[in-house]
C-alpha cells in the first residue's frame, strides 16, 4: 500500500494550499482517510478525518473553520484544502488510511493502519 501526498509548499500568512493523498497498492472499501501533523519538536497531532462515504468529518481545534477535508472513493484520494493559514500550521502532513469508526480511533494515530511519507507546509509571517 502506497500514500503519494501532493501539494505542499510555502505560502504566506493568511493564504491557502490544498492538499491531496492518493492511495494505491491494494483494494480499498469501507475506510477512513485522514490528515496528521508534526512541527519541529512537536508531538504529532491530529488535523482532519473523514468517513468512508464522508458523511462524518472531524477536525482538531487547532484547525476548525480553516481547513475542510473531502474525498473521492473512485480515485482513493483524499484532500485537504487549508485556508487562513497561520505560521502554526507549518509542520509536515501525513496522510492516513484505517478501518476505524468511533470518534477516538478517528481521531489518534492508533485509529490508521497505512501512513503516507509526508508533505511539507512552510507558512512564512
Known amino acids: 500500500v502506497q500514500l503519494q501526498a501532493y501539494g505542499g509548499g510555502l505560502v504566506q500568512a493568511g493564504g491557502s494550499l490544498r492538499l491531496s493523498c492518493a492511495a494505491s497498492g491494494r483494494t480499498f472499501s469501507n475506510y477512513a482517510m485522514g490528515w496528521f501533523r508534526q512541527a519541529p519538536g512537536k508531538e504529532r497531532e491530529f488535523v482532519a478525518a473523514?468517513?468512508?462515504?464522508?458523511?462524518?468529518?472531524y477536525y482538531g481545534d487547532s484547525v476548525k473553520g480553516r481547513f475542510t477535508i473531502s474525498r473521492d472513493n473512485a480515485k482513493d484520494t483524499v484532500y485537504l484544502q487549508m485556508n487562513t493559514l497561520k505560521p502554526e500550521d507549518t509542520a509536515v502532513y501525513y496522510c492516513?488510511?484505517?478501518?476505524?469508526?468511533?470518534?477516538?480511533?478517528?481521531?489518534?494515530?492508533?485509529?490508521?493502519?497505512?501512513w503516507g511519507q509526508g508533505t511539507l507546509v512552510t507558512v512564512s509571517s
Open positions: 473523514i468517513t468512508w462515504r464522508g458523511g462524518s468529518t
Open positions: 492516513v488510511i484505517g478501518w476505524a469508526t468511533y470518534y477516538y480511533t478517528l481521531t489518534h494515530q492508533t485509529g490508521y493502519d497505512y
